[in-house]
């Protein structure tokens, strides 16, 4: 179970005050941040209020299938793998009328991911920003991230010399840096289409990792997949935060436990899907912790050494992805010289309570 509030107690340290102002420059002659409004910001003082369950119906449900208003005759497509992917160029997101945005929540369910190459996105202002993240659902706000002063919808995703989140939460006792997960699904609704887009970026490398849980499960046997029919899985995202809390970051909100199924449907396509990433699936309800290592052990080896049904998201000024969590798991890829900057921002909209069923 999660643990009650009492619980929760504030760690000295001397990272205890992180804000914009104690992000430094990672060499002397850095200019600084690109975007320095969307710098990191922790305020210790930040609380949430328990996230209450809302009525949720996916958008992509009354899009058109033909996408008249998002693939017009001036958009082009390059399809990065059968499975999941697709570089999309000739539209801006920021002009996408409503059913344009209904449709690209159907065209990401489809594709899984969508890569948005030379976007304005990132200059639209952030009022902006979350007024079309919004158009997919309630955003999630984080517990422990970095977020933007104000606008507490954005989760920031910043490295440097001198900054290296990373290694704070993987360590550095470990041969591969490669982290599976779906973003907090350890919500009792998990994130749904999100929004990612990039302010500065390495010259080389600090890609993104994306594999089809939708391949993964289809790859499996009849038999196996009857055998994941009705189970369930605890998420937790207490490691978030107690991980937060050695570093004298922010608790805005008590972690929370949830069950889900291993294999989810998509609301909008009904494709079945696998519902497990070792960044939050913890155990099997109702199986021995043996078993439940056991086969929890099988599924994170097959979905990562599936190459074939993964991609390697790559990205340029004015990238804007977008991807449906509900179908994919990721993976940052820290492979660049820390004397680069990379910054990010995410808009995650969260979606329906996982079901095993299409419900209609």
């Known amino acids: 179970m999660a643990p009650s509030v009492a619980d929760i107690k504030p760690i000295e340290s001397e990272k205890a005050t992180r804000d914009i102002s104690r992000l430094p420059a990672n060499t002397t002659e850095d200019k600084g941040a690109s975007y320095p409004y969307y710098l990191p910001y922790f305020d210790l003082n930040e609380k949430f209020p328990k996230t209450e369950v809302f009525e949720f119906s996916d958008v992509g449900l009354r899009a058109n299938p033909e996408k008249p208003n998002l693939l017009t005759k001036d958009v082009k497509l390059r399809h990065i793998s059968p499975y999941l992917g697709t570089e999309v160029t000739g539209v801006q997101l920021s002009s996408l009328s409503k059913e344009g945005l209904d449709e690209l929540a159907l065209f990401a369910a489809e594709r899984k991911v969508l890569l948005f190459r030379d976007q304005d996105f990132k200059d639209i ?170 086969l929890l052990r099988f599924l994170y080896d097959h979905i990562a050494k599936g190459a074939d049904f993964q991609i390697r998201a790559t990205y340029q000024p004015g990238t804007v992805v977008v991807w449906d969590n509900r179908l994919t798991v990721h993976s940052a890829t820290p492979d660049f010289s820390p004397t680069f900057r990379r910054h990010a921002v995410r808009l995650t909209p969260q979606a329906e309570i996982p079901s095993e069923y299409v419900c209609t």
Do not use: M
């Not at 995703?157 to 900054?163: C, E, I, P, S």
């Open 125 to 294: 202002g952030p009022k902006r920003q979350i007024e079309l993240a919004k158009h997919f659902g309630p955003i999630q706000r984080h517990p422990t991230s970095g977020n933007v002063k104000g606008y507490p919808e954005f989760h920031v995703v910043y490295r440097d010399a001198q900054n290296d989140f990373f290694k704070d939460y993987l360590g550095t006792d470990r041969t591969s840096h490669t982290s599976w997960h779906s973003d907090v699904s350890y919500e009792k609704q998990p994130a749904g289409t999100t929004f990612f887009f990039i302010l500065d970026q390495p010259e080389t490398g600090g890609d993104t990792l994306f594999a089809s849980q939708v391949e993964a499960y289809n790859r499996l046997s009849p038999e196996f997949k009857k055998r994941l029919e009705g189970l369930r899985a605890v998420h937790s995202g207490i490691a978030q935060v107690e991980l937060s809390q050695r570093l004298g970051g922010p608790v805005r909100r008590l972690p929370v436990e949830n069950e889900h199924p291993l294999v989810r449907a998509h609301p909008v396509t009904g494709e079945k899907a696998l519902y497990v990433n070792e960044g939050f699936t913890r155990r099997i309800v109702g199986f021995k912790r043996e078993e439940s290592e056991y």
